[in-house]
């Protein structure tokens, strides 16, 4: 059997992390400014995360335009979703529109500045606590590799943060595309996040559109041809691979599995709970929870 498996939200329970990205950014944004007009940064910053969170689904991880993740999937969405509101106040707001313009002035986008401030809270999270693999997790990702499962790790952080937390945690592994018996195979950098220019057919989630035109996420899902994929955050993780299996006779056997964690949306739960039988099982429990199901199959 193989494992298409995420990384935040199945090997760790990221809410620290989270917290400290939003942190991040929001000091990123103060410090756009001069130190009189700090304030009302900070006064902009609560509305906007406050309309944000009274519409999850207006407001998310913005890629090419397009929500890539909505705004209360996981403890970091709401952060991206912080500046997609951002962006799209800006011909309307001449707070957003000098916030936005200062962030272009240094060169990169406000997707990129994002990323800039979850890297800087994750680092800095790591080096006052170290590397945050759940020990439960581990162990799980232990004994499936013992049970021959072919358990591959595609995720959004870099590759070499990946092998150093695992490393940590005592759980082998090689980078893709080395191979090594009885070893987590890693797959950093995947960027599911990213969508094509062309949206094309969205997934209907009971009524709810989920963008899908994930091409760097789709090559590597066709590469590995996985029996199954789990994943905490539907949008990134499963939005794409039920979307093959809804439309494509070799897809229809993959398993889903959705972790469900106490940061996990009721609004999510209720439309994962409105799918077909089968479309997507639900786990609780983390990554233990789902090789207890995989070993009482």
């Not at 689904?57 to 403890?75: K, L, N, Y």
């Amino acid at each position: 059997m193989k494992l298409l498996s995420d990384f935040d939200g199945v090997w760790t329970y990221p809410s620290e992390e989270g917290l400290a990205h939003g942190t991040a950014l929001d000091a990123a944004l103060e410090g756009l400014v001069a130190d009189g007009e700090r304030a009302a940064v900070r006064a902009w910053i609560a509305r906007a995360r406050a309309a944000v969170r009274a519409e999850p689904t207006r407001w998310g991880w913005a890629s090419a335009g397009r929500i890539s993740a909505f705004a209360d999937e996981d403890p970091f969405t709401e952060h991206g979703a912080l500046l997609h509101h951002l962006g799209e106040r800006r011909a309307e707001d001449p707070l957003a529109e000098r916030l936005a313009a200062a962030i272009e002035a240094r060169g990169v986008t406000l997707d990129a500045f994002g990323g800039q401030c979850h890297v800087e809270g994750v680092k800095a999270v790591e080096a006052r606590r170290g590397p945050g693999i759940v020990g439960e997790a581990a162990a799980a990702g232990r004994a499936l590799l013992a049970r021959g499962v072919d358990v591959v790790v595609v995720s959004n952080s870099g590759t070499e943060k990946l092998a150093r937390w695992f490393a940590h945690a005592g759980v082998p592994a090689a980078v893709h595309p080395e191979r090594a018996g009885r070893s987590l195979r890693l797959r950093g950098s995947a960027r599911k996040f990213v969508l094509a220019p062309d949206p094309g057919e969205p997934l209907d989630l009971a009524g709810l559109a989920v963008d899908v035109a994930r091409p760097d996420y789709e090559r590597v899902l066709r590469e590995e041809k996985p029996d199954a994929v789990v994943g905490d955050v539907f949008s990134l993780d499963l939005a794409l691979p039920l979307a093959l299996k809804r439309r494509e006779p070799a897809w229809r056997g993959v398993r889903l599995f959705w972790l469900v964690h106490p940061y996990t949306s009721a609004r999510m739960r209720e439309r994962i709970a409105r799918l077909p039988a089968g479309e997507v099982e639900a786990v609780e429990g983390g990554l233990s929870g789902l090789e207890a199901r995989l070993g009482a199959a």
